[in-house]
């Protein structure tokens, strides 16, 4: 245990460390040496960017430069590694990461002396950013862990699980007979059992690795809003294409409702069009804003430890204590978040999936 917490505690001051800006910002780019930004260093963290940022010492950045795949009517497209931007300093290309303004972290146009073209529409961006890297890699784990249970189990099914099918098949018998069963039904839950162990699996394991603060892991993936949209338009799918006749009929002419509430003013209607989909909001909403708390309140503690450096370093010492231990504190309660909320984006999916198909009483 003593080992354990010494190499979480090395964990933590990494990622503390190991935070900043991929491209550089204002403050950078102007070379005027500013006292600490805490905003800035809490969103660089959980921001997405153009390249894997691994430590800083000085004004000397260390990164992994990631593919820019861009396209416009002007260039074409083009393709390169965000080493040409060193770090948003230089443009290349006629592009360059915007430092400021309304596109500031986006990729623009610019003339030839890299002045940003105003007026102009943005190249579109298909560039393997930080977050796709990582979900690549999230990916290839999910697939590794799943190829490797199912050849265990095609080998010998009736023998007693052992090391990575004995941790596995304990929480997949968990989805299906405490989430996928009482929420569909025992006979038409076998049909979505894909889709909600993707689901699960997929959150559980993204979230367990944006908590390693090492290179691949450590992205905030499931803390952005595109991955969490992209997973709650497939439940939306999910739900309303396994509808069955019922469901359809009680969002078009719900029963037990007073006519007048129906007809001739469709109120009711209204509701439940809009009740479909505000509940894959609050489901994208939930996970984006519970994932992404967490790394601002971790990151919060850390700050705690440069803002108070500036007043000295025996106020910088004395914080960087209490401020570890509340951030290793609350990094705990963050592995056990990132159960709960893919256990919750499960049964909430299971419920409405459950609601679309269930029976005519």
């Known amino acids: 245990m003593k080992h354990f917490l010494k190499i979480f505690l090395l964990a933590a001051l990494f990622t ?15 070379g005027n040496k500013k006292g600490f930004d805490p ?39 083009s393709i390169f590694m965000s080493s040409r931007f060193d770090h948003g300093y230089s443009s290349y290309n006629g592009y360059k990461i915007e430092n400021n303004g309304p596109n500031e972290g986006k990729i623009v146009k610019v003339n030839d002396n890299g002045e ?25 784990v999910i697939f590794l862990i799943f190829i490797t249970l199912g050849k265990s189990y095609k080998k010998s099914p009736l023998s007693v699980p052992k090391g990575l099918q004995s941790f596995f ?6 989805v299906i007979d405490d989430i996928a069963k009482p929420a569909i039904g025992e006979e038409k839950h076998r049909r979505f059992l894909p889709y909600l162990l ?24 499931t803390g952005n809003i595109s991955v969490t949209m992209g997973l709650a338009l497939t439940s939306l799918i999910a739900v309303n294409f396994s509808g069955n006749k019922k469901y359809w009929q009680h969002l078009y002419n719900p029963p037990g409702i007073p006519a007048f509430l129906k007809f001739p003013l469709p109120l009711m209607q209204v509701i439940e069009i809009v009740g479909v989909f505000t509940k894959p909001f ?38 960087s204590v209490i401020s570890v ?15 709960i909320q893919a256990y919750v ?9 459950g609601s679309a198909v269930s029976d005519e009483h």
């Not at 939930?286 to 000295?312: K, S, V, W, Y």
């Open 345 to 353: 984006f499960t049964l909430l999916t299971s419920l409405f999936i």
């Open 282 to 319: 609050v489901l994208m909403i939930r996970l984006f804003a519970n994932i992404t708390a967490g790394h601002i309140i971790t990151m919060g503690f850390f700050c705690l430890i440069f803002i108070f450096g500036e007043r000295g370093a025996v106020f910088g010492y004395s914080i």
């Open 39 to 77: 905003g800035s260093f809490i969103f660089d963290h959980i921001a997405d960017s153009y390249c894997w940022h691994i430590f800083s010492m000085g004004d000397k950045h260390y990164s992994v430069p990631l593919p820019v795949i861009l396209y416009s009517r002007e260039n074409g497209l």
């Open 169 to 174: 098949e304990p929480i997949i018998v968990f």
């Open 116 to 140: 940003t073209l105003t007026g102009e529409p943005l190249p579109l961006d298909f560039s393997i950013t930080k977050n796709v890297l990582a979900l690549f890699f999230s990916v290839i």
């Open 198 to 221: 993707t689901l699960f699996f997929f959150i559980w394991i993204n979230n367990m690795l944006g908590l390693i603060p090492i290179f691949p892991m450590g992205a905030n993936v």
């Open 325 to 339: 231990l509340f951030g290793i504190f609350i990094t705990f309660l963050e592995f056990l978040v990132a159960l």
């Open 16 to 30: 503390a460390a190991g935070t900043a800006d991929c491209y550089g910002g204002p403050s950078q780019a102007d």
